[in-house]
């Protein structure tokens, strides 16, 4: 299966990613993820702790040039580039999850994202999975990513909102475009919930109930805050929702 996270800044994606892929992996399931946020923190939340070995893709400028066949003074790219060798040396592993970060130019002349956004397409394209493996894929925040396509081929897109009129809307504009997109399977995860009040505000609000709700749990808070790992049992509640959400994926494959 192939999973892409999105919605506004600040909703937690990177979080119940996290969690998804630990709910993943002790289920028995080989699991990747890739993180492709400009700022990337998948690292910190998996519990990555030598990062200084892992080269984000973005930093190689002259591979994604050659990779995304733009010459200079031409405004395309090629749809096709080679990807086959970027696994294995792009890639960390650790408590059996591994991880992939795309990062980004960072610099003010760096230009737009489309180098990586087209490596990241034909990767994603190009990867056949066994109903074993997983690739999870927690994207920038907001509606970029979709206008270039760079998700069309994941299994299901999961919008994550918290119970605020910012979030609900960037939520439905996200909701949108992916349809546009033409990505079959869109569904919505509520985070940050604290009561019943929380979950029927995103259920009245957004084009759709959302299929689990994760709470706003003071463990959770507590790890992000002092850069230590997330571990699954860190809240049962959340613990309970990311079963929830890998049950729904799994009936959604397998029909």
Do not use: W
Not at 173 to 186: R, S, Y
Not at 193 to 209: A, G, H, V
Not at 215 to 239: C, T, V
Request: aromatic share 4%; with cysteine; proline share 4%.
């Amino acid at each position: 299966m192939k999973i892409a996270i999105a919605g506004k800044g600040g909703v937690g994606k990177t979080t119940i990613m996290a969690l998804l892929a630990r709910q993943l992996q002790q289920s028995g399931v080989e699991v990747l993820v890739i993180d492709a946020d400009p700022c990337p923190h998948m690292a910190q939340t998996l519990g990555f702790t030598d990062t200084s070995k892992l080269t984000p893709i973005a930093d190689m400028r002259s591979l994604l040039a050659e990779r995304a066949g733009k010459t200079e003074g031409s405004p395309y790219y090629n749809i096709n580039p080679e990807i086959n060798d970027l696994l294995a040396g792009f890639m960390l592993e650790a408590d059996g999850i591994k991880l992939m970060i795309l990062g980004a130019i960072q610099t003010a002349e760096g230009g737009c994202a489309c180098p990586e956004a087209t490596v990241l397409k034909r990767l994603l394209t190009k990867l056949l999975l066994g109903n074993n493996q997983a690739i999870l894929l927690d994207m920038e925040a907001g509606v970029e990513h979709l206008g270039r396509g760079t998700i069309a081929s994941v299994d299901e897109l999961f919008i994550v909102a918290i119970p605020s009129n910012s979030s609900v809307r960037t939520a439905t504009d996200i909701h949108k475009l992916a349809i546009e997109a033409g990505i079959k399977d869109i569904s919505f995860i509520g985070n940050l919930i604290e009561d019943d009040d929380d979950r029927q505000f995103l259920s009245e609000n957004l084009p759709q109930k959302p299929v689990a709700f994760f709470p706003n749990a003071r463990a959770i808070k507590k790890a992000e805050r002092q850069n230590q790992k997330l571990e699954l049992d860190a809240s049962r509640e959340a613990q309970e929702a990311a079963k929830q959400v890998i049950h729904y994926v799994n009936k959604i494959t397998h029909n």
